[in-house]
């Protein structure tokens, strides 16, 4: 390595220039001065664009399963194996920082960018974070953590003002962030929208909580033309505009010669340039890949079985061999953008895809017939293409079981815009109630990035399996899941109600500017909790071909925290995995609390007739709230409840424990 160059060896205007992107995907270097860094979009697998002779042309790469999949999988193992993996697919193609993992909260289930996101839950999106952001970067690929913050709306993005109390970001929307920087991402992405009324281009209060309260030591990006007055972006903390825009350039260089940027603002932003091109440098010593691209294809399987959630099972399913079936509908041949969300995040495929019907004909030894029945369809109220199913009804009505393949994809899940339902198009709502009507075997699968309104259909058929945005190889495990030949093990990562008008923040979406969050804490299932007739399924919900049994629940004051330990106990005859869930509820709360909150999970194998002794550590600051009063997170002394379920709204478990003068004690 050349001498390291520091701010003090560079001209400003050099660092004016430093602090502006290089075109859209680089960091400039200077002819090789200083190392540069090549970024690329995540996070489902890298979308790496390449330009040729003025053509942009996207490469080809492994696609996994969407993050609301992963987040279904509520197996941290997946989440790091999966940043694993494609920290080999960077390394293939020169990339030295993947922009991912996004971890906004799931505030409204119409957000277009959902299937892009984790949780309802801080925790849950946080925790899984974390861990793919360690796998990425223990392979040396630098992690981009996105979008700060309080993106959770995709209309109006460059404009809209999220306004949101002290407490509810510190507690919801800042806490995925501040679990996840614990795993030291080399860079976070600010957000389009406007967070209280600032930009987040030129949120100096949240960079400042960034950097002095959750260590985060990395550079803060912008998102890709986000930035509206690059110095008062600089001003703020702001240290790369992506991607290279010359009149914000210009207009930088003019107000530092006008002395509207001090040195000192402007080399701070340098300097965090410099290093992070120092780091991938570092970074890049290291190329090996240590994964073939079958071996990724594998986790990539993994994940999509592990993310599959049963929602609804009438003893139809696994289906036995020898079943006949048959498969409705064009999701059963998806192509590319049938099985994945639009926008930035759109993988192309390396090879053409998986053919339900055919992979059940393997599996029940018999000929599965096929019906397309539906295209994509239409959205309920928009256009009129497609909107009666075409279903000849000969070969479903011959059919032990008919299996619609149903669901949204890229023509409705898309970045830029919000869904305009949580209906799925009514062709294929029809598609379902027709089919069901000339069958009354009928088994639903989804693929889908985001909650689904089901009211239309779901009392008419007898099974219902969310396979998620499962990605080009995830057919292979939606069969198997069918078949029995993998035990579903997902569980929802959010709340699935009955419909739109159900959650708290639907009467705050309109024609707007401003959205106000005024169901503050509340959101996802610290709502439910209080109104539970809204909820179709809840939060950590999904069924298994397996049963379990919890059973003798401890809880060990250790290290400040606690350890709770219980048995969950497999009662079939079938191996299976089940989810536990840890929620901390306190019971005579002084400051308004949701009822209860996540503080743990664990997902364990359990073989048929066994039992598994689970752990799961709490620390003390799992008791604590935001503290808007002190301005600090505080566990207040009184007695909280530990309670330990399957799903938000099915605990098995529960015991007290008391804080008093910041000791815990057992009750
Ligand atoms: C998206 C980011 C993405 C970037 C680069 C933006 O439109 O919001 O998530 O990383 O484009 O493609």
Known sequence: MTKKITVKDLTAEEKLRLICADGFWYTVDFGGKIPRACVSDGPVGLRAEREENGKKTTLPAVSYPSVQSLANTWSRECARRTGEALADDCKERGVDILLAPGVNIKRNPLNGRNFEYFSEDPYLAGTLAYEYIDGLQSRNVGACLK????????????????????????????????????????????????????????????????????????????????????????????????????????????????????????????????????????????????????????????????????????????????????????????????????????????????????????????????????????????GAYGCNPEISGDQAARADVCVVCAGTGAQFEYESADRLTMKLPAVQERAICELAAINPNVVVVLFAGSAIDMSGWIDRVKGVVFAGFCGEYGGEAVADVLCGAVNPSGKLSETFANSFEDYPSAHTYGNMNVVCYEEGLNVGYRYFDRNPAGVRFPFGFGLSYSEFAYSALEIQPKDGGAEISYTVENLSLRDGKEVSQVYVRECNPLVYRPVKELKGFSKDAVKSGKKVRVRVRLDFNAFAHWSVSEDRWKAADGVYEILVGASAADIRLAAKLEISDGKLTVL
């Open 147 to 382: 979008h700060f913050c309080c993106n959770n709306l995709e209309y109006n993005r460059f404009h809209l003002s999220s306004e949101v109390d002290e407490r509810t970001l510190r507690e919801i929307y800042y806490k995925p962030f501040e679990i996840a920087c614990a795993a030291k991402p080399v860079a976070v992405m600010s957000s389009y929208n406007r967070i209280n009324g600032t930009y987040g281009s030129e949120y100096q209060k949240g960079y400042d909580v960034l950097r002095d309260e959750f260590g985060f030591d990395g550079a803060i990006y912008s998102d890709w033309d986000a930035v509206r007055d690059r110095t008062a972006a600089c001003k703020a903390g702001l240290d790369i505009e992506f991607p290279f825009n010359g009149k914000n350039y210009e207009k930088l260089v003019a107000d530092y010669k006008a002395g509207k940027l001090s040195d000192e603002e402007l080399d701070a932003c340098a300097a965090r340039v410099l290093e992070l091109g120092y780091r991938c440098e570092e970074m890049r010593r290291d190329r090996t890949v240590r994964l073939t691209t079958e071996e990724r294809i594998e986790v990539a399987k993994k994940t999509a079985e592990e993310s599959i959630v049963l929602l609804k099972n009438d003893g139809i399913l696994p289906l036995k061999r020898g079943t006949k079936a048959c498969v409705c509908g064009c999701y059963g041949k998806p192509d590319a953008g049938m099985v994945a969300g639009g926008g930035s995040s759109m993988v192309e495929w390396l090879g053409k895809g998986f053919s339900i019907p055919d992979l059940l004909s393997e599996r029940l030894g018999t000929e599965t017939s096929y019906e397309v029945a539906f295209y994509w369809g239409t959205v309920v109220g928009h």
